[in-house]
């Protein structure tokens, strides 16, 4: 109970969103396998085969690459986790696992060269014996995912998820960036995909970009002109800033992309994103976005570049339980209520930002990176108006990480209270965790 939680009103706080469901708007997990409800083969399929931030934990403390994405058995890459995972404790890999092994093995003890064998053998009955993709999605209460997806995919898994009404909502993001990054760009194309996404449900486009390209170059113009289709579907636009690619070039040619070669990048990226977000609002074609910062040195100047352009999203006002409001409420001039309203009861509505500055990614996404990010929020911003945290993960079991955000969280708000830099209001503090855990999100995306 205690993991991460600083005193008891932190604790307090997390038993109010502990059991909320998770929407986790941007991930990399293959929508087939939660189609087929697939099972694995033992743990390192489950924990190692696709975890980059797994491979360069073990790449720092000396582990040779044939355990990691070579040819050892899956046994050997397993033990070859399990004996470093003790030099790397606070890291959040370290955190993360223990806590995976609780959840879904309900296994305590340290996984380390002396455990590995039975944590090893615990772990694949468990998975023997039907621990299978659905059984984790409706422990972890996984109410939604966003996968990420070519273009040019048919989308037929999600088609085919959809229609057996599955309990977790499966949706595609559309996730332009090998067809607009190039010379040569098939707008209409792309165009034409766009509008198929739609009609398959989606909702967000996705683009990882070392920087916004320089106006007026082709990869600009593509990446304006997605923004302007999501505006007009009412698409949210994310932003991934700052990552630079396959860095390692002998590595990165053995293992190919996503192999955890990539790092944080050093671009300026505030002046660029400045102007694309000026260029769309002149004609009133500025999308809801989701801004992600890699590099810290950015995260200030990013935050506050997108509160020059904050309007009223064209989602209402909704309470924080999810509830639309009936009717529109109005001040008496007529003016529609905007920011924080309250009704008779004294509940309070939460008030819906058209621009987010996401929450804490990749390289910032641990214990010290997620608490500066909540007080760039709450500094320069409206922290009750943030959407929380996502996985970004291509594993099943990487849900843990929305119970060691929210953890982070509450010890967050109560020590701001106990401080008194934020109000010592229990009602309030509660409201806040909430929203920031699960409806604020789910509101956004209108589920």
Same mark, same amino acid.
């Given at each position: 109970?205690s ?15 502990e ?14 396998? %939660? ?33 990691? +994405? ?7 890459k ?14 959040p ?24 064998d039975?944590?090893w053998t ?20 996984v109410?939604l ?31 332009p ?17 766009h ?10 486009s ?6 916004i ?12 002109? %997605? ?11 994310q932003?991934?800033?700052g990552p ?5 070039t ?18 300026p990226?505030?002046?660029?994103? %400045? ?9 009133d ?7 992600y ?10 935050c ?12 209402s ?11 529109q ?13 309250k ?27 997620i ?5 760039i ?7 009750? +108006? ?10 099943f ?26 109000p ?11 929203? %920031?855990?699960y ?9």
């Amino acid at each position: 109970m205690s993991h991460l939680l600083t005193s008891k009103l932190a604790e307090t706080l997390y038993v109010s969103i502990e059991g909320l469901p998770i929407v986790d708007y941007h991930t990399h997990l293959p929508a087939d396998e %939660i189609l087929n409800d697939h099972s694995f083969e033992n743990i390192w399929e489950l924990w190692l085969k696709h975890d980059h931030y797994k491979w360069r934990l073990m790449r720092c403390c000396g582990v040779a690459e044939n355990l990691i +994405t070579g040819d050892a058995s899956p046994k050997e890459k397993f033990h070859a986790f399990a004996s470093i995972l003790p030099l790397a404790i606070g890291n959040p890999v370290h955190q993360w696992a223990h806590m995976e092994l609780e959840k879904v093995f309900n296994i305590t003890i340290p996984l380390n060269a002396e455990t590995a064998d039975q944590i090893w053998t615990q772990t694949n009955r468990d998975l023997d014996s039907g621990l299978r993709v659905n059984n984790l999605l409706q422990q972890f209460k996984v109410k939604l995912i966003a996968t990420t997806d070519d273009p040019y995919d048919d989308l037929a898994s999600h088609k085919a998820i959809a229609a057996k009404n599955h309990p977790t909502k499966v949706l595609p993001t559309f996730r332009p960036d090998e067809h607009v990054l190039e010379d040569s760009i098939d707008l209409t194309s792309l165009k034409e995909r766009h509008d198929y996404f739609h009609g398959m449900g989606c909702q967000m486009s996705d683009h990882g970009l070392a920087q916004i390209p320089r106006p007026g170059t082709p990869q600009y113009e593509a990446l304006k002109a %997605i923004a302007k289709w999501n505006h007009e579907k009412g698409w949210i636009m994310q932003l991934h800033l700052g990552p630079q690619r396959q860095v390692n070039t002998r590595l990165s040619g053995q293992t190919g992309p996503d192999a955890g070669f990539d790092t944080m990048g050093s671009k300026p990226q505030a002046e660029r994103l %400045i102007y694309f977000l000026d260029d769309l609002d002149q004609s009133d074609q500025l999308p809801k976005i989701i801004l992600y910062n890699l590099n810290p040195n950015e995260s200030a100047s990013l935050c506050a570049a997108l509160q020059n352009f904050q309007q009223a999203s064209s989602k209402s006002l909704a309470l924080p339980d999810g509830r639309p409001l009936t009717g529109q409420a109005k001040l008496q001039s007529g003016r529609e209520l905007t920011g924080q309203a309250k009704l008779q009861s004294g509940r309070e509505l939460a008030g819906q930002a058209k621009l987010h500055y996401g929450p804490a990614w990749w390289h910032l996404d641990h214990v010290r990176g997620i608490r500066e990010q909540l007080d760039i929020l709450t500094s320069m911003s409206a922290l009750g +108006t943030h959407i929380g945290m996502l996985t970004d993960s291509r594993s099943f079991t990487s849900y843990v990480r929305h119970d060691y955000y929210r953890r982070i969280l509450c010890s967050f708000l109560a020590e701001k209270a106990e401080t008194g830099e934020m109000p010592n209001d229990h009602t309030l503090l509660t409201q806040t965790a909430q929203n %920031i855990a699960y409806h604020n999100i789910k509101n956004y995306l209108s589920i």
